[in-house]
């Protein structure tokens, strides 16, 4: 059971942290914020970084990931991608900002960022624009460059997929797609050039897919299953996805 275990009030931006079982809170709203929640019960601000501090590109950001010591986000107005070293909370650093269009990057409306080895895999979704799938190299954090990319619809009304995150696992990335009510399996093994392989829409098989948004996917005694929150759906659907080009319904609740 999770408990409530503090609180950290941001004045500027009305902003409450509910922190829950955790070491140290990241907050993005046109600037980050870092709360060293060591003290559950009454949690310090560390550092931050903001549209004022030499160029980080903090410009309404939604997600953002961390893997090591650097944390990943993307900027829904500026159309990038900011590499931030956190290994000192108290100086935050930053590495490098990738900008739609750099070497062929598509990073209109950044969303989900997930790392996986070298690469981050970035979801981006605007209007007139469409969905995609980016694919960056982040083997060196000061110079991100573009890799591959797959774009699903055109951006006009009724062609989006509606994907928001991505979830990698080996070979393979798993997409939600909230408004084609479906999960899409891409094979990822060559990151220049990923190809949709599967797929299994709502109602398939009995899956309960409306509107589904974040997966995750686990391996349990040898068969690979995809859990996947369907927001519409009010279900948690479960899709056996040990052979990627065949997903098959298992269950819901």
Same mark, same amino acid.
């Given at each position: ?7 950290? *009030? ?22 980050? &914020?870092?709360?060293?929640? $060591? ?6 601000? *560390? ?7 030499? &160029? ?20 829904? @107005? ?35 960022? *997930? ?34 990319? @797959? ?15 991505? *979830? ?45 948004? &974040? $997966?995750? $996917?686990? +391996? ?19 899709? +056996?996805?040990? +052979? ?8 819901? &609740?």
């Amino acid at each position: 059971m999770l408990k409530f275990v503090g609180m950290l *009030t941001m004045k500027k931006n009305h902003y409450f942290l509910l922190l829950v079982a955790i070491s140290t809170i990241i907050l993005l709203c046109c600037s980050l &914020q870092i709360a060293e929640a $060591v003290n559950y019960i009454n949690p310090v601000h *560390t550092g931050s970084i903001s549209n004022n501090d030499f &160029q980080p590109v903090v410009a309404f950001p939604e997600w953002n990931t961390i893997d090591g010591d650097y944390l990943y986000y993307g900027s829904n @107005i500026a159309d990038a991608v900011t590499i931030v070293d956190i290994s000192d909370p108290a100086n935050l650093i930053e590495m490098s900002t990738i900008f739609d269009g750099e070497g062929g990057a598509e990073l209109k409306g950044p969303k989900g960022i *997930t790392i996986s080895g070298d690469n981050a895999f970035v979801i981006t979704n605007t209007l007139g624009v469409g969905d995609t799938l980016e694919i960056l190299n982040i083997s060196d954090k000061s110079n991100p460059y573009h890799e591959g990319s @797959i774009v699903f619809s055109n951006g006009t009304w009724g062609s989006y997929v509606g994907a928001y995150s991505v *979830t990698v696992d080996g070979d393979y990335a798993y997409i939600g797609a909230s408004s084609d009510d479906k999960l899409i399996i891409l094979d990822i093994s060559d990151p220049t050039n990923p190809v949709e392989i599967g797929s299994i829409a709502d109602g398939e098989g009995g899956a309960s897919l409306d509107n589904p948004y &974040q $997966v995750q $996917v686990v +391996d349990y005694a040898g068969t690979k299953y995809a859990y996947i929150t369907a927001y519409s759906g009010d279900s948690l659907e479960i899709v +056996d996805v040990t +052979d990627p080009s065949n997903p098959t319904h298992k269950g819901y &609740q």
